[in-house]
């Protein structure tokens, strides 16, 4: 079955403290994994698309990493302002259409 | 820059009753897409519809549940007889033809009361 596990669940940093989160699939065939931004009551934002393992992405103080089993989400000097939840998602190879399938989340705090 | 219009963003309907929740999905893309937020729980696939036909849907979307795409921009999700447990954000989304960003409306709050 296709899955998608993230963590932690939560995160409270310092304004500054850099810090990664962590996103394991477990997916018949990946095409295509997905970093959201999801601010309260809101829809999720799109930040990155990521293919093929090596593969990396930045936006700002954000970068995306990609391997064969796993995603890391890289947050560097982070601002009060970076505060959301972040969400992961794979698209994967079984049906059809690019339906994704999506973690629980990690939700940052930034502290000033 | 384009983006996907959903209207309400909050409805609050009695149990039994019909609701249906409207998408404006971008004007070039090609899939769309309901998912489903309940409460502190993770974003569900409800359903596909590409070439104006359903393409895939999870077991949430029951006969309860219908979607239509009646001209060129709407985009619609029918609940025909909604229950407690259909409260929660739902989400439209489209995706284009190069099929590398999916983007996501602000959602519509669903209240059973």
């Known amino acids: 079955e296709d899955q998608v596990t993230q963590s932690p669940e939560a995160l409270r940093l310092q304004e500054g403290e850099s810090s990664s989160l962590n996103c394991s699939y477990t997916?018949?065939?990946?095409?295509?994994l997905f970093w959201y931004r999801q601010d309260p009551g809101k829809g999720p934002e799109f930040l990155f698309t990521l293919y093929s393992a090596g593969e990396e992405k930045e936006k700002e103080r954000l970068k995306a990493t990609l391997t064969k089993k796993e995603s890391f989400l890289h947050i560097t000097a982070p601002k009060p302002e970076d505060s959301a939840t972040y969400l992961c998602?794979?698209?994967?190879?079984?049906?059809?259409?690019?339906?994704?399938?999506f973690g629980a989340g990690t939700r940052l705090a930034v502290h000033p | 820059e384009p983006e996907v219009t959903q209207t309400p963003s909050h409805q609050v309907t009695q149990m039994g009753q019909e609701v249906i929740l409207r998408c404006v999905p971008i004007?070039?893309?090609?899939?769309f897409y309901w998912y489903r937020q309940i409460l502190g729980q993770k974003v569900e696939f409800l359903v596909s519809?590409?070439?104006?036909?359903?393409?895939?849907k999870s077991e949430i979307f029951d006969d309860q549940f219908s979607v239509e795409r009646p001209d060129g921009s709407n985009f619609t999700l029918k609940i025909r007889s909604t229950k407690l447990e259909d409260s929660a954000m739902y989400f439209c989304?489209?995706?284009?033809?190069?099929?590398?960003?999916?983007?996501f409306g602000q959602g519509t709050r669903l209240t059973v009361v």
């Open positions: 004007s070039n893309h090609l899939y």
């Open positions: 997916v018949s065939g990946l095409r295509g």
């Open positions: 989304a489209s995706i284009g033809q190069t099929l590398t960003e999916a983007f």
């Open positions: 519809f590409y070439n104006n036909e359903i393409s895939e």
């Open positions: 998602a794979v698209r994967p190879f079984s049906g059809g259409y690019n339906k994704l399938i």
